[in-house]
């Protein structure tokens, strides 16, 4: 059964960057066919697409978060990353971190809880 | 931008029928939108229901459909349960790797 699980920081002060991993596991990160995202929720409101990588590095990102958001992946360490800079409170969200084929998500992780403190 | 469009809210008495619907604020949704609908109850992460417009997930009840209706996806929840009430989330892909949630729509089991 494969599984996803986010770690990282719970707390980013404002104008740093937040930086999460999402360590794949049950599966592996290269298989074909699927790509790796970040969805976020900030409290109270909806779902929000980040973005995807392929297991080669291809990215796509959300066009409103694209300027401040890099995804990588790491297929040694079966894991991909999220940095997204320049955060202020509107960046308070649970952060996801899921997988996805053309069709859909079919995996999701936990999800991980960023707050912002000065 | 593109925003995709869902009912903020709804409601069905248990055992009822209804069906939700995701729009796009200008244009249709078709197969090539890829539809897919998630569930989500309160501090829980989402539960995939449907991908791919009609596909159910494995050990989604059957009471779960997904479909195109006119210019929108739906999901129709047919013979509702208590445990149905919760949040659910369409999304679409849009192009270019481009994914788009609607706002989501919260169902009330009354």
């Known amino acids: 059964q494969l599984q996803l699980q986010e770690s990282g920081p719970g707390l980013v002060k404002p104008s740093e960057t937040l930086s999460l991993t999402c360590t794949v596991s049950?599966?592996?990160?290269?298989?074909?066919?699927?790509?790796w995202a970040w969805i976020r929720q900030a409290p109270g409101k909806g779902l929000e697409w980040i973005g995807s990588i392929y297991y080669s590095g291809n990215t796509y990102y959300n066009p409103s978060l694209k300027s401040r958001v890099t995804i990588s992946v790491d297929t040694s360490k079966n894991q991909f990353s999220l940095r997204l800079s320049s955060v202020t409170a509107a960046d308070t969200a649970v952060y996801y971190c899921?997988?996805?084929?053309?069709?859909?998500?079919?995996?999701w992780g936990q999800g991980t809880l960023v707050t912002f403190s000065s | 931008q593109t925003v995709v469009t869902q009912e903020p809210s709804f409601s069905v008495s248990p055992g009822g029928t209804v069906t939700l619907t995701c729009g796009l604020s200008s244009g249709s949704v078709s197969t090539s939108s890829y539809p897919s609908w998630y569930q989500q109850t309160p501090g829980q992460a989402p539960r995939t229901l449907i991908y791919s417009t009609n596909t159910r997930s494995s050990g989604v009840p059957d009471r779960f459909s997904g479909s195109i209706l006119g210019n929108k996806a739906a999901l129709t929840i047919t013979g509702a349960q208590a445990e149905d009430e919760s949040d659910y989330y369409c999304?679409?892909?849009?192009?270019?790797?481009?994914?788009?949630f609607g706002g989501g729509t919260k169902l009330t089991v009354l």
């Open positions: 899921a997988r996805h084929d053309s069709a859909g998500i079919d995996y």
């Open positions: 999304v679409l892909r849009l192009g270019s790797g481009i994914w788009v």
């Open positions: 049950g599966g592996s990160i290269s298989s074909t066919n699927y790509h």
